[in-house]
T-cell receptor
Framework: DAGVTQSPTHLIKTRGQQVTLRCSPK?????VSWYQQALGQGPQFIFQ???????QRGNFPDRFSGHQYPNYSSELNVNALLLGDSALYLC?????????????FGPGTRLTVL | SQKIEQNSEALNIQEGKTATLTCNYT??????LQWYRQDPGRGPVFLLL?????KEKRKERLKVTFDTTLKQSLFHITASQPADSATYLC????????????FGSGTRLSIRP
């Protein structure tokens, strides 16, 4: 049973560019959440997708957008990249979007913006 | 302002002793609290969840307490082993937005042989 997978593992972009990160949830999971983790900090919630819709959003600008496909996989898009967007981007999947649902995290995508 | 605070200093413990990590929060009303383990370069791994109406939860060598009056959770690892060395994160889920998990910055734990 494959866990949560993310691609790519590492990515280097320059300021102003756009990036797309991908996530495949754990088998049987229907909900995907995205987090940004700066070095030495805890993950910060970006948004959550359930039934192909954005259900919750954290304090991130509209440059951050996402999508969920019918097979529950998800993408995170970031436009007009800033140096401060350099971080580890984590995807987590769960079954349902309600309380107490254990989240399984992927290994993350390390994004470096130069 | 709303904050989640964990031990900012790294914790160094002798193997076999009990490690105790602290998570304090202010101006939140959590529905439940979770603890995760994170190894360098890896995603967090879920360890335990405790609900706001529960005082204590145990799983093998792990124990979590949750005091909503003190707004504090304690995470204990008994009979600690060098393999327990990692960063431990606490996270809150709020009644107002169940899906939105708010993480602390983590405590780095080192267990020396």
């Amino acid at each position: 049973d494959a866990g949560v997978t993310q691609s790519p593992t590492h990515l280097i972009k320059t300021r102003g560019q756009q990036v797309t990160l991908r996530c495949s949830p754990k088998s049987g999971h229907d909900t995907v959440s995205w987090y940004q983790q700066a070095l030495g900090q805890g993950p910060q919630f970006i948004f959550q997708y359930y039934e192909e819709e954005e259900r919750q959003r954290g304090n991130f600008p509209d440059r951050f957008s996402g999508h969920q496909y019918p097979n529950y996989s998800s993408e995170l898009n970031v436009n007009a990249l800033l140096l401060g967007d350099s971080a580890l981007y984590l995807c987590a999947s769960s079954l349902g979007s309600g309380y107490g649902n254990e989240q399984f995290f992927g290994p993350g995508t390390r994004l470096t913006v130069l | 302002s709303q904050k989640i605070e964990q031990n900012s200093e790294a914790l160094n413990i002798q193997e076999g002793k009990t490690a105790t990590l602290t998570c304090n929060y202010t101006n939140y009303s959590p529905a439940y609290l979770q603890w995760y383990r994170q190894d360098p370069g890896r995603g967090p791994v879920f360890l335990l969840l405790i609900r706001e109406n529960e005082k204590e939860k145990r799983k093998e060598r792990l124990k979590v307490t949750f005091d909503t009056t003190l707004k504090q959770s304690l995470f204990h690892i008994t009979a600690s082993q060098p393999a327990d060395s990692a960063t431990y994160l606490c996270a809150l889920a709020l009644y107002s937005s169940a899906s939105k998990i708010i993480f602390g910055s983590g405590t780095r734990l080192s267990i020396r042989p």
